[in-house]
Structure formats: structure tokens, C-alpha cells
């Protein structure tokens, strides 16, 4: 199946610095999303990317298919942002949106 | 709020037990789906039904069930519980978006602890 890793796997930020979140995929995908999941544990949706480039306030996300990978951007980090963040692709030969192979994460600590 | 109820939100229980974990999608999300997170395994897709039909399955043990009302609403059944199935039970729901998008939004979750 897919493999899906991300980097780093830890990153300690100071409150107003911007950060670069990769994920990298070993074949072609059709669905790929960014989560966060908070210190409480709860899981929030951020981008539906499977290709190109969106944008949502401070976060920005950009996916180059053709080179398997996708980056997550946060800008002018604030102590809001920590957490974990989670890039999921879902296997291209399926239609299916909502099985996602998960990646192991970045956890992300900003201080204040 | 991602708008997907999961009940209870912890659950504490001894090994060799049953135990039921409740789910209710998004108004008019007709799937459900159902995810582990461990420590050791991470986040990991265990059984998708649309519409009352089971639609996939992943690594989902036998001992493992689970099934979609009518009313859409899902409840996964956990037995002959071991202390590895200690982890946070997610359920999620997906509908395209009116932006086009087809994402996926998850339930709080449900800590479940096997003493």
C-alpha cells in the first residue's frame, strides 16, 4: 500500500515565526487532506488537497502530485497552532474519499 | 464543532469485556467511518458504511464489529477486550463541500481504557 511520511517529526517554534510541514507519498494519489489535532485530542480538517494550492488565513498548503509530496505552511505561528498535524492520502485507484492512510505526524510545539 | 457526535467520550473497562461505541454522522452524511488511534499504530481506518451497507473494510480485528442504523447513526462493538485495544476511537463523516471539496471531519473521539 501507499506509504505516507512526514517531516519533521518534531518542531519547536517561537510564537510569530512561519514553518514548513512536509509529507511525502509513494504513489500517485487522488485525495489528499491536512488535519490538526489539538492538545485536546480533537481532530479538524484544514485542506482538501489532492493537487495545487489553497490558502485559509495563516495556513497555506500546496500539493505537487506529479512529485508525490505536499507541503503545509503556517505562518506567523501563535501557541494556537501546536499540536500534531496529520497528512492523509487516500490510494489513487479509489473512489472512496473517506479511507485515508494516515501519515505519523508533526507535532508541533509554539512558545510563547 | 465538526458536527459528528460520538458518545461516550471515555470509557474505562476490564479485559475479556464488551463494549459499544456510538456514532452520529453529519446532518445528510450518508457514511460513516471509523478509525484507531494508537500509540504504537497511529491513526488507522478500520470499516466505512454508507447508508446502512458496509462499503470497505481495513484493519479491522474480527473481534471488532460494526454496524449503520436506519437512522444513520453507527455504533462500533468492541469484545473480548485486550489491554492493546486501549486507544482513541474516531468517527468521521465526509461530504463534498460547497466549495467541491470532499472532506473528511471527525467525532471527538472516544478514549477507550482496557485495565
Known amino acids: 500500500g501507499i506509504q505516507v511520511e512526514q517531516s519533521p517529526p518534531d518542531l519547536i517554534l517561537q510564537e510569530g515565526a512561519n514553518s514548513t510541514l512536509r509529507c511525502n507519498f509513494s504513489?500517485?494519489?487522488?485525495?489528499l487532506q491536512w488535519f490538526h489535532q489539538n492538545p485536546w485530542g480533537q481532530l479538524i480538517n484544514l485542506f482538501y488537497?489532492?493537487?495545487g494550492t489553497k490558502q485559509n488565513g495563516r495556513l497555506s498548503a500546496t500539493t505537487v502530485a506529479t512529485e508525490r509530496y505536499s507541503l503545509l505552511y503556517i505562518s506567523s505561528s501563535q501557541t494556537t497552532d501546536s499540536g500534531v498535524y496529520f497528512c492523509a492520502v487516500g490510494d489513487h485507484g479509489s473512489s472512496n474519499t473517506g479511507k485515508l492512510i494516515f501519515g505519523q505526524g508533526t507535532t508541533l510545539q509554539v512558545k510563547p | 464543532d465538526s458536527g459528528v457526535t460520538q458518545t461516550p467520550k471515555h470509557l474505562i473497562t476490564a479485559t475479556g469485556q464488551r463494549v459499544t461505541l456510538r456514532c452520529s454522522p453529519r446532518s445528510g452524511d450518508l457514511s460513516v467511518y471509523w478509525y484507531q488511534q494508537s500509540l504504537d499504530q497511529g491513526l488507522q481506518f478500520l470499516i466505512q458504511?454508507?447508508?446502512?451497507?458496509?462499503?470497505a473494510k481495513g484493519n479491522i480485528l474480527e473481534r471488532f464489529s460494526a454496524q449503520q442504523f436506519p437512522d444513520l447513526h453507527s455504533e462500533l462493538n468492541l469484545s473480548s477486550l485486550e489491554l492493546g485495544d486501549s486507544a482513541l476511537y474516531f468517527c468521521a463523516s465526509s461530504a463534498r463541500t460547497g466549495t467541491g471539496d470532499e472532506k473528511l471531519f471527525f467525532g471527538s473521539g472516544t478514549q477507550l481504557s482496557v485495565l
Open positions: 458504511y454508507y447508508n446502512g451497507e458496509e462499503r
Open positions: 488537497i489532492p493537487s
Open positions: 504513489d500517485s494519489v487522488n485525495n
